[in-house]
């Protein structure tokens, strides 16, 4: 053969070769950015229907519970807070969706991931001792969330805390600790657990005590140490987040104090950081509903009665109580209303005493 044409044939045959290459890789980038771009527009339906869900769940009565099913996906529902304030998102297979008012207002509870295709939520109206606003807690069917009551006493009541609270759709199992064995306590396959120990008058959980728990459960569990005041109203919270570091003993990751069932819920579906940011979000509110009261009360005044007036008078005075509210933004400052003879309980007092006289409510 004449090599011109011998070399002119491997010309087109090699121009052919590239040419097919080139075809497949367009048609294939193409397809590949079709998939991609269905996929984002599924996700974000995903959002678009999620946020619908919690706007709906965040405005519902209290004590309201609801299951969504949704397609399966990984849900995450962050919160940061630094100094420049407070940025509140979904984040869907890891993809993360602009703030909205309903995300960036609404106190969402949830542990670190919600995967799977089942939305379980809540709805919880924080007092304080005055109808502040609603916290939403969220989880799914495969978080489980374990109480452990110091003794039989705590596990009648965390009993009837779940009954009271409306907790039975969501995956709790309530055991005293005499049954918190680790080494026969049985892992059913949860993405995640959540251990929560519950005690009066002392430390509910030590952190040197956790071997078994990082031995059976990994990184899928974490804690939260619940010591309540004798009264069971409130207490204090400590959250071991992270029972994994180097040394092997729990580290606490903040402990702070809590008044009422909603806020102990609360902190019983999140960890720390989401516990923290949701809450700066609740205490704004508290701020606005302060200021409305202390306007009524303005408004009250002049025409309220004698007797009436010297109970709202008489010190502290409720005006003066009501003060020890404004510009609380934190939860240290939250923590000062609290305890016996505290502002709070001085408030729900007051209020008693003038229902009492069927005087206008303070609330």
């Known amino acids: 053969m004449n090599p011109k044409g011998q070399l002119q044939i491997s010309f087109h045959f090699i121009f052919a070769v590239v040419g097919g290459i080139l075809f497949l890789l367009f048609f294939f980038v193409l397809i590949k950015s079709m998939i991609g771009s269905q996929e ?18 965040a405005t519902s009565p209290d004590l309201t519970f609801t ?17 420049f304030g407070i940025e509140s998102y979904p ?19 949830a542990p670190r991931v919600v995967e799977g295709d089942r939305l379980f939520a809540l709805t919880r109206t924080w007092e304080a001792p005055f109808p502040i606003g609603n916290l939403l807690l969220l989880s799914n069917n495969r978080t489980r969330f374990v109480f452990i009551g110091q003794n039989m006493n705590v596990v009648q009541w ?13 995956d709790i199992q309530v055991l005293p600790a005499t049954s918190a064995d680790w080494t026969t306590f049985k892992d059913e396959g949860h993405d995640q657990y959540r251990f929560i120990y519950f005690r009066t008058g002392g430390h509910a959980f030590n952190g040197n005590n956790d071997l078994g728990v990082r031995q059976r459960f990994d990184d899928r569990a974490t804690i939260l140490s619940v010591n309540l005041d004798q009264d069971k109203q409130g207490g204090e919270l400590t959250f071991y ?12 990751s903040s402990t702070v104090e809590f008044h009422g069932s909603a806020m102990l819920l609360a902190a019983v579906f999140a960890d720390s950081a989401t516990f923290d940011c949701n809450m700066a979000k609740a205490l704004e509110r508290l701020n606005g ?6 306007k009524r009360l ?19 005075t409720v005006d003066m109580l009501l003060g020890q509210y404004v510009g609380v933004n934190d939860l240290p400052g939250l923590a000062t209303l609290f305890g016996h003879a505290g502002t709070l309980e001085q408030l729900e007092q007051r209020n008693r005493e003038i229902r009492a006289r069927e005087c206008p409510l303070i609330y």
Do not use: W
């Open 289 to 294: 509903a302060t200021q409305i009261l202390k």
């Open 67 to 83: 299951v969504t099913n949704l397609p399966k996906a990984k849900y995450e529902f962050v919160c940061d807070m630094d100094a």
């Open 91 to 109: 984040r869907i297979n890891d993809g993360d969706y602009p703030s909205t008012e309903v995300f960036r207002y609404t106190s969402v509870f």
């Open 298 to 316: 303005d408004l009250m005044a002049p025409g309220m009665s004698v007797d009436c007036a010297a109970i709202y008078g008489r010190a502290p």
């Open 158 to 170: 965390l009993h009837q805390l779940k009954e009271d609270e409306n907790l039975g759709g969501f």
């Open 40 to 57: 984002d527009q599924d996700v974000r339906g995903l959002s678009f229907k999620v946020e619908t869900i919690i706007k709906s769940a």
């Open 241 to 252: 987040d992270d029972i994994y570091p180097p040394g092997g003993t729990a580290i606490a």
